[in-house]
């Protein structure tokens, strides 16, 4: 696979790798890939025996995977365990990210293709949750889930998405506590598309 992104390896303070190449972006997208991106984002360090049980591929393919996300930087080597018999991979920092490329119709494409996969994720993660809420403890029993459409200015649309993200932010930096069990929490602030009667609205109320 031919790859045309430029990037060094990602420390805590940098920059998240950049992908602009089409085919990189939509690489991301892969099930083995966003199987294996899940895993390491919750902090465990784990072999490729063990992300292969996550993928359903054999040790072997699944450490292909892990070598081309290392070249994305996105994962790492990490340090050899006491056995020394195979060396576990872990996330680069503690948050893994990527800015992906949208500025052309094939780039903004793949893109989608991305976000459209991790979205498919959490649903899944959601639905197992909510299937099996019965068995859970009581105070681990109650999912949040909650929408809101808001009338937003542009200024105020990036406003929310960075107050979202700063109410998660202190949680991204802490290891894992005693007591505490990994929580799938998504940020979606996206405006709807306008519809043919708020195109008009926005043209008559621009005149």
């Not at 984002?41 to 450490?63: H, N, R, Y």
């Not at 949750?129 to 809101?148: K, M, S």
């Not at 937003?152 to 505490?180: K, M, N, S």
Request: include cysteine.
């Amino acid at each position: 696979m031919s790859e045309s992104h430029d990037q060094e390896r990602s420390t805590e303070d940098a920059a998240p790798p950049r992908f602009e190449n089409p085919r990189s972006i939509r690489a991301l997208a892969h099930p083995a890939r966003m199987a294996i991106i899940d895993a390491l984002a919750g902090g465990d360090e784990l072999t490729a025996t063990q992300c292969a049980e996550l993928t359903g591929l054999s040790p072997s393919a699944t450490a292909y995977h892990l070598k081309l996300l290392e070249r994305y930087g996105l994962a790492e080597t990490a340090s050899p365990r006491p056995d020394r018999r195979e060396r576990p991979w872990r996330a680069v920092g503690r948050r893994i990210q990527a800015d992906l490329d949208t500025s052309t119709p094939a780039r903004a494409s793949a893109a989608a293709a991305v976000g459209a996969a991790y979205m498919d994720t959490t649903r899944a993660i959601g639905l197992e949750f909510t299937q099996g809420a019965d068995a859970e403890p009581e105070e681990w029993r109650d999912a949040v889930l909650y929408n809101a459409d808001l009338w937003l200015t542009a200024d105020e649309f990036h406003q929310v998405a960075d107050e979202l993200e700063a109410v998660i932010a202190p949680y991204r930096r802490r290891t894992r506590p005693a007591g505490t069990r990994l929580v799938r929490v998504m940020n979606v602030v996206v405006p709807h598309a306008p519809t043919p009667n708020r195109v008009r609205e926005r043209h008559e109320s621009a005149g």
